[in-house]
């Protein structure tokens, strides 16, 4: 877990490594000195939505308050809309950024790997991660995809 973490317990949580890698995301992005989009929510990815204009899932609202007190600019799923490709704050209209994670597998109990990261203004920040349980906390790293640039 970050040593600047506020105790979610996702990390611990060996039944929630789709958390851990979504405040893993979160807890980056907010760490950047550069942060394009002023307006984030967090959202779940799991449930593919069958329009682009659907509005984003929410987390359940536990989940939501918690990843909240962990990031006080953390905006809640409602905040967020889907206009097209892009995603906009509900009340300003500036763009905005939905995080999720996607395609959650777990090969055992102790190791998964799942797509991270935000949707924005048509462009996404995904990346794949491996979720690894240590027997006391979920460790997240890059998971290299073997793809050569030529």
């Known amino acids: 877990m970050p040593a600047d973490a506020a105790p ?4 611990e949580d060996q039944q929630r490594p789709d958390l851990a890698l979504l405040e893993f995301r979160l ?3 907010f760490a950047r000195d550069d942060q394009p ?3 984030v929510c967090a959202v779940d990815g799991s449930d593919v939505q ?13 989940t ?4 909240m007190r ?29 995080f999720d994670v996607h395609e959650l597998e777990c090969e055992s109990a102790v190791k998964c790997s799942a797509w991270g990261g935000y949707y924005a203004n048509g462009q996404h920040g995904w ?12 460790k997240i790293r890059p998971r290299d995809l073997g793809i050569v640039l030529t």
């Open 27 to 29: 807890a980056s992005y």
């Open 50 to 62: 069958s329009s682009q204009q659907d509005p984003p899932v929410p987390l359940d609202p536990a």
């Open 70 to 98: 962990r990031f006080p600019s953390l905006t809640p799923a409602s905040g967020c809309k889907r206009e097209g490709l892009s995603v906009k704050d509900r009340d300003t209209g500036v763009e905005a950024a939905l």
């Open 127 to 138: 990346s794949w991660y491996w979720i690894e349980w240590n027997g006391r906390e979920w």
């Open 8 to 11: 979610t317990g996702f990390y």
């Open 37 to 39: 989009y002023e307006t």
């Open 64 to 67: 939501e308050r918690r990843l």
